[in-house]
């Protein structure tokens, strides 16, 4: 099992497991794969768009994945399926940072924020959130200031295009290659104007068919420099490998896509069925550890 860690300047909850304080800085460390669960306040998401558009009821999902074993709870509030278009600014911190307060108070998982607008990651820092995921891969410099001065770790994603146009016709040479090489310079970028620690993630079905994303997967886990964040999680890649129908649960696939990820030496899964994969990544980890 590989072991794992992420710094922080900024205070990390001393309830969540692997926390502690080293000098000036947190630490957060972990063995194997961990799970972030996914906390969408929208009405539009792909997979559960209005199942959680209130703040109470993201807040109850919050806590409850937390409860589920997820170490990290992602709190979003903007859709970026293919074809979607954005929501304003207004929009975007109402969802957020209420839901991001209360997760925080609550100090049962690491909380992130996952945006591409700074000032969406300032006010959730503001509000306590632990860390940032930008699936823009920090390609604006005010997000990449906002996450340095605060000194907290990031998840830098890389995307080819837009949300709402990067499905139209991807391209690549090698998209191992270059997506390997974006999210390495990023991550350099991103260490030496001070932000503490930098997750990858490749970004499935940013910018990718299906024949990039199984490359990618295929290619994990794609450095070992850098903790690397995969998320398949119910994406139309888990209904082509599966020979799904368009409305079959694809619970089950995503599983099996991030336990196959977790034992290429992946960090952290981004996933909507925490319970389900967590129970799956303790046992396969318990046959592991046994042998
Ligand atoms: N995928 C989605 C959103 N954010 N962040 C990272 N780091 N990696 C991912 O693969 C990733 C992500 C898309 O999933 P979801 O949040 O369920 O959908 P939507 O964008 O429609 O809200």
Not at 121 to 148: L, W, Y
Not at 267 to 277: E, N, P, T, Y
Request: negative net charge; glycine residues 10%.
């Amino acid at each position: 099992m590989r072991a794992h860690e992420l710094r922080s300047i900024r205070a990390l909850p001393t309830r969540v497991r692997g926390v502690q304080r080293e000098g000036d800085q947190w630490v957060l460390r972990w063995t194997g794969c961990a799970v972030m669960g996914v906390v969408n306040v929208t009405p539009d998401s792909f997979s559960d768009g209005g199942q959680f558009s209130t703040t109470q009821a993201a807040v109850a999902h919050g806590l409850r994945l937390a409860d589920q074993g997820a170490l990290v709870v992602d709190v979003g509030g903007e859709s970026s399926r293919p074809g979607s278009t954005g929501v304003p600014l207004d929009v975007e911190l109402e969802r957020t940072i209420p839901v991001v307060e209360q997760l925080v108070a609550a100090g049962t998982a690491l909380v992130s924020v996952d945006t591409r607008k700074a000032d969406v990651a300032a006010a959730a820092i503001k509000a306590g959130a632990h860390m940032v995921n930008d699936v823009g891969g920090f390609r604006s410099t005010r997000m990449v200031e906002v996450c340095a001065a605060a000194g907290i770790p990031v998840v830098a994603m890389h995307m080819q295009g837009t949300p709402e146009d990067m499905q139209i016709n991807p391209q690549y040479d090698d998209v191992v290659a270059e997506v390997t090489e974006f999210l390495e310079t990023q991550a350099a970028m991103l260490l030496s104007a001070g932000v503490p620690s930098v997750m990858i993630d490749p970004g499935l079905g940013f910018g990718k068919t299906y024949a990039h994303n199984i490359a990618l997967l295929r290619a994990l886990p794609l450095s070992l420099t850098h903790p690397v964040l995969v998320g398949a999680s119910r994406k139309r890649t888990i209904q082509q490998l599966g020979g799904l129908a368009d409305d079959d649960n694809r619970d089950a696939g995503s599983i099996a896509v991030h336990l196959f990820a977790a034992q290429q030496g992946v960090a952290m899964v981004r996933v909507h069925d925490v319970l389900g994969h967590h129970q799956a990544l303790a046992v396969d980890r318990a046959l592991r550890d046994d042998a």
